[in-house]
C-alpha cells in the first residue's frame, strides 16, 4: 500500500532549516531505491544550502487535492530523514543519473553535466501515514516501507 502510493509520485515536497532555523519548503523531483530517497537539486537553490546546514529532513507527499474525495482527508505521507551530500564519484553518480533520467525523462541527460548540481540521498528514521479518516499509521521495517498500525489511540471523540 505504502509503495503504491508513493510510486505514482515523480517529485516530493522538502521541509529544511534554514541558517536561522526557520523552516522553509521547497521540492524536487526523487527516485527511490530501497528504503533511501535521492534527490538531485543545485547549489543556486536554497534548500540545497539548508541540507549542507542542517542534514535533518521532512519528506512529503500529499494526495492532489483536485482528485480527492474530501479535502479534510487527504492521503499523505511524511518522513523524517537524515541527509548526507553524495560525492560525485562516477560509478554511484551515473547509476543514480540513470534511474532519474529512467523515471523522468531525458532532461536528466543535460543536468547530469551541471557541476553545480549534487545527489542528496534521504535516510527515513520515522514517518506517518494518513490514508483516510481512522486510517493512520506508522511507518517502519527494515527497509521503512511498512505501515504499523497505531494501537491504544483514541481519535476523533468528543
Known amino acids: 500500500m505504502l509503495k ?5 509520485f515523480k517529485s516530493t515536497t522538502i521541509s529544511t532549516l534554514d541558517e536561522n532555523t526557520a523552516p522553509f519548503t521547497s521540492y524536487a523531483p526523487f527516485i527511490k531505491n530501497k528504503s533511501k530517497y535521492y534527490v538531485y537539486i543545485s547549489s543556486m ?3 540545497y544550502h539548508n541540507l549542507e546546514l542542517n542534514p535533518l529532513a521532512s519528506l512529503f507527499f500529499i494526495e492532489d487535492e483536485s482528485l480527492c474525495d474530501n479535502i479534510f482527508g487527504r492521503k499523505r505521507v511524511v518522513l523524517q530523514c537524515k541527509v548526507k551530500k553524495l560525492k560525485r564519484d562516477k560509478e554511484r ?3 543514480l543519473a ?4 529512467d523515471k523522468h525523462g531525458s532532461t536528466m541527460k543535460m543536468l547530469k553535466t551541471m557541476k553545480d548540481f549534487s545527489f542528496f540521498e ?3 528514521y520515522y514517518g506517518e501515514a494518513i ?3 481512522g ?3 506508522n511507518i517502519g521495517g527494515e527497509n521503512f516501507d511498512e505501515l504499523i498500525q497505531r494501537e491504544n489511540q483514541k481519535g ?3
Open 4 to 8: 503504491d502510493y508513493i510510486d505514482k
Open 45 to 47: 537553490a536554497k534548500h
Open 93 to 95: 553518480f551515473e547509476s
Open 98 to 101: 540513470k534511474q532519474f533520467e
Open 122 to 124: 534521504f535516510s527515513p
Open 131 to 133: 490514508f483516510g479518516f
Open 135 to 137: 486510517e493512520a499509521y
Open 156 to 158: 476523533h471523540n468528543k
